[in-house]
């Protein structure tokens, strides 16, 4: 297995965990209207062109508060984390596989 590309020092996560939260489901241009009204309508999240489901990781953990008032999230796995996990780079495309990139995510190089 070839090991995941470092990521460069000064691209540093914030640990929001929204990465982590929501699943890529649909494709928003390949829907029928009806469909659109329906997925609509259960309230999925809609971003860069797909329907998102709120479908947190069972290994996404809320960390302990730092005082900051920030609510940060952590990975109770990082260490076993699975390939899917250890590619995420902040791209919404890498090998193939589709990530959820959230708006504002500090580790985004690029959206391509």
Known sequence: MIPSPPIPSNLTCIRCGECCRWLPLVLIKQCKPHQLHY????????????FLADAPCRHLQKEEPDGSGVTMWGCAIYDKRPATCRDFCGKA???????????????????E
Do not use: H, Q
């Open 39 to 50: 997925l609509r309508e259960r309230g999925l999240k809609e971003s860069d062109g797909y």
């Open 93 to 111: 495309l890498s090998g193939g596989k589709r990530f959820y990139v959230p708006e504002g995510c500090t580790m985004a190089r690029n959206r």
